[in-house]
């Protein structure tokens, strides 16, 4: 269950009593309900917003509501921190070890000297860093130039942290942006106010939080600074810390009552239960969407005059054309976070970027035996076996003696004094030994850690139509979810009173209407959503009601008949003088009138009624201003050169489409007529002989371009 009735925002603090005039750097809450929020609250100190807070969850229990309370400071500290304290790799066992040692009145604590007293505890100079008072305090120092953190074996910052950059470490108690002092002060009261709520209260993500009644999660305000931005233009004087805890507690609230918080409470990866995690980090794009209040997020809409040619273009080349409609194609369809599960085929709407390197940490690459790969020499080498053995998901841990060796299995984390593998077919056993012939290169059959893709980096770009193989990537990186682009919806209408459904009325007189079935099909192709609109009578009233019943139900409209010539006829009458019809007259054959119209702001299409022009219009317009307008950019086809199986006289002056295919020598060879009414020769095609604008005479075995239809994104052929 994620749907709660209220959400509690807290932005902490780590100092004294600010006293009782609201200011920065204090402590401020926000409630926000059905995505309303209240106004903010200032609280002078922690024993004021405790009791404050304790008491306001306490009614909001009796009046049985859910709540949410999100703190903006950490939950947890680097992975082996607590239970290099507590004895327990537990992040909440840690709350209870520091609550137990912190002193806390209005005007002093101890936070710097329980630092020092931590930092003594561990190897070098320790975690933690700034001391923020005037007194100087053995064990911490103010700034890390020169110190041995290294050695303490703890990182800098948590996985979540490294996910979001601007984040800062929780080692940090002093100097402006720190939020380590915050953490030190902050996880006593939350240690109390489980206590005091025990049985009903629940800790994201350490613990179950389906059912519990007060769910309590760790915020970073930051990732919403453009909405906080946005607001406080408004309202200059307003101070940023109530800023901060009202956006956020609304966007939040916003998510809460559409039962949207799904994807922000699972977005934490595994790594999240030693550490903890930032709600929304991982969901960025559907928390700053709430923000902003539009939901669904969609694109404005395209211009009126975006396909008005320059005055006195007649003849418009190919490359041209394609040229002016990239410029002025953008994406009109919103956005939405899916698991991986269901995003197959879908649009990334922005950037991939791995949550976890791949691999993760150095691994073994075969089954064989492990050790230091500097220690072993030329010749027959006998090292000893260390007891037990590491295995994919079974680590050893503990280090291996220089000059020992270890069993190690395919997929193993290398443990510690282990850099080289050999292959077990290489080796012979006994005696509690390993015995193989040397030199072995230091290094052997190990993978590096993020040798495939580093923690960080951007895997897949925004555009990209996610396949089977970029879901392993994701996977493999820690994506359990991306932003996508929601499907492009696009409508089919076939109009011209001459048309018949195929087979209902074998009248010569009639024409079976084969544009719409080949359409239809091309939509899916495409990855997109087909919406059949049907057969229109050529009349203005039937053809604007089809167009506003279009434009009601789909982002982008093909037709094919009328309008698509441009002809005088009601069709294009109608998108002229009511759609900003333009008419481009490309010069290419088959085809030549390219129709684009916008009704209602969207776009729509015309094509040309022959089916064959239609089909390769398609196929070079059509495809990539539909991709464009979906999100996915501007696919170009990819063709090679192949020798030609046929004869060919061009004249100068138009780009030429041939239905063609290969031979059993891959020579391209071509439909036997190039009419373009002729409908068999799609289906006999593999693919399109694209010759250019140059007049060419062309024999057997001269080189020519063949374009597949599958770089058309065309099944078949």
């Known amino acids: 269950m994620t749907r709660f009735d209220t959400v509690l925002v807290v932005d902490w603090s780590g100092g004294k009593d600010r006293g009782a005039t609201p200011k920065a750097d204090a402590i401020w809450t926000c409630v926000a309900r059905n995505g309303d ?31 949410l309370a999100g703190f903006d400071f950490a939950f947890g500290y680097p992975a082996g921190f607590a239970e290099a304290l507590t004895g327990r790799a537990d992040a909440l066992a840690l709350w209870e070890w520091v609550e137990a040692r912190i002193t806390d009145t ?16 561990f190897p070098g100079d320790g975690p933690f860093w700034g001391n923020g008072l005037k007194r100087e305090i053995v064990g911490l120092p103010r700034g890390t130039s020169g110190l041995d953190r290294a050695a ?3 990182a800098e910052r948590r996985q979540v942290e490294r996910h979001l950059p601007g984040a800062f470490s929780c080692w940090q108690l002093a100097g402006a942006g720190a939020v380590g002092s915050q953490t030190l002060m902050g996880l006593p009261v939350l240690a109390r106010l489980r206590r005091a709520l025990a049985g009903r209260i629940a800790v994201w993500p350490f613990e179950p939080s389906v059912e519990a009644s007060v769910v309590l999660a760790e915020v970073y305000p930051s990732i919403l600074a453009e909405a906080v931005l946005a607001q406080m233009a408004e309202d200059p004087a307003a101070i940023k810390d109530a800023v901060q805890v009202e956006v956020l507690a609304r966007a939040l609230s916003r998510l809460a009552a559409s039962d949207g918080l799904g994807p922000l409470l699972s977005a934490a990866p595994t790594g999240a239960l030693a550490e903890g995690w930032i709600l929304g980090a991982g969901a960025e794009a559907q928390l700053r969407q709430a923000a902003r209040g539009d939901q669904p997020l969609r694109p404005p809409p395209l211009r009126n005059d975006c396909f008005a040619l320059p005055q006195g273009v007649v003849w418009t080349p190919v490359a041209d054309a394609l040229d002016a409609l990239r410029a002025r194609i953008r994406p009109v369809t919103g956005t939405e976070r899916l698991p991986l599960s269901q995003a197959l085929g879908r649009v990334l709407a922005e950037p991939a970027v791995a949550r976890r390197a791949n691999p993760p940490g ?63 077919e290489d080796c012979a056993l006994g ?51 991306v932003a996508v682009h929601r499907p492009l919806r696009v409508g089919v209408v076939s109009t011209g009173d001459e048309l018949v459904a195929p087979g209902e009325d074998m009248d010569p007189g009639k024409t079976f209407d084969a544009n719409r079935p080949m359409l239809l099909g091309l939509i899916a192709d495409w990855g997109h959503t087909a919406v059949d609109l049907g057969q229109v009578a050529d009349t203005r009233d039937a053809v604007r009601a089809a167009l506003d019943g279009a434009a009601a139900q789909v982002d982008a409209v093909l037709t094919s008949g009328g309008a698509s010539a441009g002809d005088e006829d009601h069709v294009s009458a109608l998108l002229r003088e009511e759609g900003n019809l333009q008419t481009w007259r490309v010069a290419m054959k088959p085809g030549r009138p390219l129709a684009l119209a916008l009704w209602q702001g969207v776009p729509v299409v015309g094509l040309p009624g022959n089916p064959v022009a239609a089909f390769v219009c398609s196929l070079v317009f059509a495809r990539p201003m539909l991709a464009a307008l979906s999100g996915q950019g501007w696919p170009v086809p990819q063709g090679f050169s192949v020798p030609a ?33 002729r409908v068999s020769g799609l289906s006999w095609a593999c693919g399109l002989v694209e010759l250019d604008e140059d007049a060419r005479e062309i024999s057997p075995g001269d080189p020519v371009r063949f374009v597949p239809y599958g770089s058309f994104g065309v099944r078949g052929g």
């Not at 100190?45 to 405790?50: D, G, I, L, T």
């Not at 503990?398 to 020992?404: D, K, S």
């Not at 046929?646 to 009419?675: I, Q, T």
């Open 37 to 67: 929020a209240e106004p903010p609250v200032y609280h002078r100190n922690r024993q004021v917003a405790e009791a404050a807070l304790r008491e306001f969850l306490k009614a909001e229990l009796r009046a049985g509501r859910r709540v």
């Open 106 to 121: 209005p005007e002093n604590n101890n936070r710097f000297d329980l630092a020092a007293e931590i930092n003594a505890r």
């Open 152 to 154: 303490t074996g703890l």
């Open 362 to 424: 150095a691994n073994s690459a075969v089954d064989g035996y492990g050790f230091a790969g500097a220690s072993i020499g030329a010749g027959p080498q006998v090292l000893p076996l260390v007891d037990g053995r590491a295995a994919a998901g079974a680590p050893f841990h503990g280090r291996v003696p220089e000059g020992h060796a270890i069993r190690i299995l395919t997929g193993a984390l290398l443990p510690e004094g282990v850099d080289t593998v050999v292959l077990e």
């Open 431 to 481: 005696g509690g030994q390993v015995a193989f012939e040397g030199p072995v290169k230091p290094g052997a059959n190990a993978r590096k850690a993020g040798e495939d893709v580093q923690a960080g980096a951007e895997v897949l770009v925004a555009g990209r139509r996610l396949g089977p193989p970029d879901l392993a990537l994701l996977a493999a990186t820690g994506l359990a979810e």
């Open 645 to 677: 199986a046929f004869s060919k006289r061009k004249k100068a002056g138009r780009r030429e489409y041939l239905r063609a295919r290969l031979d059993a020598n891959g020579r391209a060879e071509v439909f036997a007529s190039e009419g373009s009414g």
